[in-house]
């Protein structure tokens, strides 16, 4: 009984691939297979000359049979060359193109994942982005010299909610941490912060709509969590354009929005053993997956001239998108890396 199997997406190309590849091959020991005919006929037409040769007269007749099917089986010998070698060659150059058609779907499709990834991670920044500015004017945040310990409970509440955040934290102008919303989880108040970039950016904005964002990095505060902060300046009364009077960071776990998107690309099954989905910095500096040996370490050498690509080099596949930004975040020059191969 014969054993049907149903071709579907990826595996359509190399299943057609794979077909004249066997068709080829079938001609090929065709053709050896008439080579062998083709060498017992002349050797029986040999041994016929030979037989023709030593009868004399008697034998001219049968040697004139005997000379025509070596003829023949040379004809037959040179046809059947010219046929298999046409039908090879034929065969051959439709597996490559069919090949160099599949490679360009692949690299489109892959080349478009990567997009998709790093918009993904792109409309989640900005939403962080709007979160830090919001939360600045909450009147727990507002009053959290007066009443750090209301602040804390404000902040454990919103928390609750917002599970992509590993702490919130409100900061004195000099640095020092008022206020954390997981002070159970994180004894982080008292310790200063005045020397982190982000926190003198977020210092210096010059109004409720701006904001600052640091680097991805392993917080030694936060148990060495992989975090990257947003901040902006906390301001009087709350009010767009007061004076400053602390700061406010979220602490966005950045383990979980990376890996989770990085496990959402939808690849095919037939790919996932062999294929690597990667998030690069604007230096190409591994950032995702934050499991990777070269995390914050290893540096991706490759052509970042086009904002999206792919290339194709033997049975391995590149591609890339670089962040498209979202709405008014226009995003920290990253891309995202898929490799197959």
């Not at 004399?56 to 046929?83: D, P, R, W």
């Not at 002070?183 to 005045?194: C, E, F, L, M, T």
């Not at 947003?230 to 383990?255: F, H, K, L, P, Q």
Request: glycine fraction near 8%; include cysteine; proline fraction near 2%.
């Amino acid at each position: 009984m014969s054993e049907n199997k149903q071709v579907t997406g990826g595996n359509a190309t190399e299943h057609l691939i794979n077909g004249m590849q066997a068709t080829a091959s079938k001609a090929s020991r065709f053709n050896s297979q008439l080579d062998l005919i083709t060498a017992n006929m002349n050797m029986l037409s040999l041994n016929a000359l030979i037989e023709a040769a030593n009868s004399g007269v008697a034998g001219k007749g049968f040697g004139v049979v005997a000379q025509e099917m070596k003829n023949l089986a040379e004809t037959i010998k040179t046809a059947s060359n010219a046929f298999t070698s046409d039908v090879i060659d034929s065969l051959k150059a439709r597996v490559e193109e069919s090949r160099r058609i599949d490679n360009i779907v692949n690299g489109s499709r892959f080349a478009d994942l990567a997009l998709n990834l790093i918009d993904v991670i792109d409309r989640n920044l900005f939403e962080r982005t709007c979160d830090v500015r919001w939360w600045a004017t909450d009147a727990a945040v507002v009053g959290a010299k007066e009443n750090p310990d209301w602040a804390s409970k404000r902040l454990g509440v919103i928390l609750d909610s917002y599970t992509i955040y590993q702490d919130i934290w409100v900061i004195r102008t000099d640095g020092t941490i008022l206020s954390n919303g997981r002070p159970n989880k994180y004894s982080v108040q008292g310790k200063s912060v005045i020397n982190e970039a982000w926190f003198q950016a977020a210092k210096a904005t010059q109004s409720g709509n701006e904001y600052a964002v640091g680097e991805i990095h392993k917080n030694p505060y936060l148990i060495n969590a992989s975090v990257i902060p947003y901040a902006t300046a906390i301001r009087e009364n709350g009010e767009e354009s007061g004076d400053v009077t602390g700061v406010i960071v979220v602490m966005m776990d950045w383990s979980g929005l990376a890996d989770g998107a990085l496990k959402a690309v939808r690849l095919r099954e037939n790919e996932r053993a062999s294929t690597e989905c990667l998030v690069v910095d604007n230096k190409g500096v591994i950032i995702a997956p934050t499991n990777h040996p070269g995390f914050l370490r290893d540096r991706l050498q490759f052509n970042q001239a086009k904002n999206q690509s792919f290339e194709v080099n033997n049975a391995s596949l590149f591609a890339q998108a670089l962040t498209p930004g979202y709405e008014t975040y226009q995003g920290l020059g990253w891309r995202a890396v898929i490799k197959k191969g």
